[in-house]
């Protein structure tokens, strides 16, 4: 495992001003090696899509949610496979800067 997590996520919203209906997709990889030859190989740990849960009214708003759904994923999928690594991490571990810095997983 190369302890690398990527995410992308993108959204879209129609120009309706009554509805302000969006919707918001994320992909989420971890990067990883093949055995035999070594090359870099990414798996696809989870995918979202779903309608936003507030009204958007602009291109920015609608992708500064779907950043922000990614990102509140992303905690609590990494925090997950860094257990998975390190074992279990109890609540003043998880809020310690000091054990979040020693082993934490990289982002890129």
Not at 5 to 21: I, L, M, N, R
Not at 41 to 50: G, K, N, P, T
Request: overall charge positive; hydrophobic content about 30%; charged content about 25%.
């Amino acid at each position: 495992c190369c302890r690398i997590v990527e995410c992308h996520a993108d959204s879209g919203f129609t120009k309706e001003q009554e509805s302000g209906y969006g919707v918001l997709g994320a992909n989420f990889f971890r990067a990883g090696r093949e055995r035999h030859t070594g090359t870099q190989v990414w798996h696809l740990l989870d995918s979202q899509c779903r309608s936003h849960k507030l009204v958007t009214r602009s291109t920015f708003s609608s992708e500064t949610l779907a950043v922000t759904a990614a990102a509140d994923e992303l905690v609590a999928m990494t925090l997950t496979l860094h257990e998975l690594v390190f074992g279990p991490v109890s609540s003043t571990q998880h809020r310690s800067t000091k054990s979040s810095r020693e082993r934490r997983l990289r982002f890129s």
